[in-house]
């Protein structure tokens, strides 16, 4: 059993930045792939990016080369830096973790977080 907690969500200017935290309890964090999903208003869940327990990312096109992804298996804990924030950036952050896949499909995903919110103003 894997119990997530994000944070560091909030209210920034577009072309801010903000950094996600996902907090996992549990022994085996080291074993899964983490991701970061999404939700807009109105829209489904989308994947924004994720990494695996060999330390491989995979990221949404929509956000690279402005979000990053890392981990830190002392710490139980998985980021998500987000930089040069954009408007349709806000959403619904999402935390998940999985022991299958390379984290990007939500099927794959066992465990979720009860969502932090990231707001983007123009």
């Known amino acids: 059993q894997v119990q997530l907690l994000e944070s560091g969500g909030g209210l920034v200017q577009a072309g801010g930045s903000l950094r996600l935290s996902c907090a996992a309890s549990?022994?085996?964090?080291?074993?899964?792939?983490m991701g970061w999903f999404r939700q807009a208003p109105g829209k489904e869940r989308e994947f924004v990016a994720a990494?695996?327990?060999?330390?491989?990312?995979a990221y949404a096109d929509s956000v690279k080369g402005r979000f990053t992804i890392s981990r830190d298996n002392a710490k139980n804990t998985v980021y998500l830096q987000m930089n040069s924030l954009k408007p349709e950036d806000t959403a619904v952050y999402y935390c998940?973790?999985?022991?299958?896949?390379?984290?990007?499909?939500?099927?794959?995903?066992?465990?979720w977080g009860k969502g932090t919110r990231v707001t983007v103003s123009s």
């Open positions: 998940a973790a999985g022991m299958t896949g390379d984290g990007s499909n939500p099927r794959n995903m066992d465990y």
């Open positions: 549990g022994r085996t964090f080291s074993g899964h792939t």
């Open positions: 990494i695996t327990r060999h330390i491989s990312t």
